[in-house]
C-alpha cells in the first residue's frame, strides 16, 4: 500500500503562488505515476495534473495549463505542484493521487486533501 501526505495550501491573493507538496511513504517503488486533482464546491473532481515516476511524462488540466507545473523527487518519494497565478476560480480542496502496482493489478491510493482558497 501506498501513503500520500499533502501540505502547502492555504490563502492567497489573486495572481500570487503556492506550492504544494504530496510526500509518499509505504511501497514506494510500486508507484507508476502521481497526480493532483481537485474538487470545487459544487464541482466534480478534476484533474489538475499527472507526472510518471517511471518515465518523464507530464500532463495538465487545460484549465492550468501554462500555469501549473508538476515536478517530482523521487529520492524524497515527493511529488510538488508549483501554482502560479492563481484565480479564484482555482479554490478548492486539492488530493494528491499515486497510481502503483500490486499483485492484484493498478490500485489507486488518495492524500487527505489540502484547501486552497484564492480571494483579495
Known amino acids: 500500500q501506498v501513503q500520500l501526505v499533502e501540505s502547502g495550501g492555504g490563502l492567497v491573493q489573486p495572481g500570487g503562488s503556492l506550492r504544494l507538496s504530496c510526500a509518499a511513504s509505504?511501497?514506494?517503488?510500486?508507484?507508476?505515476?502521481m497526480g493532483w486533482y481537485r474538487r470545487a464546491p459544487g464541482k466534480e473532481r478534476e484533474l489538475v495534473a499527472g507526472?510518471?515516476?517511471?518515465?518523464?511524462?507530464?500532463n495538465y488540466g487545460d484549465s492550468v495549463k501554462g500555469r501549473f507545473t508538476i515536478s517530482r523527487d523521487n529520492a524524497k518519494n515527493t511529488v510538488y505542484l508549483q501554482m502560479n497565478s492563481l484565480r479564484p476560480e482555482d479554490t478548492a480542496v486539492y488530493y494528491c493521487n499515486a497510481r502503483f502496482r500490486t499483485t492484484m493489478g493498478t490500485m489507486g491510493s488518495w492524500g487527505q486533501g489540502t484547501q486552497v482558497t484564492v480571494s483579495s
Open positions: 509505504g511501497s514506494t517503488s510500486s508507484i507508476n505515476a
Open positions: 507526472i510518471s515516476i517511471t518515465g518523464s511524462g507530464t
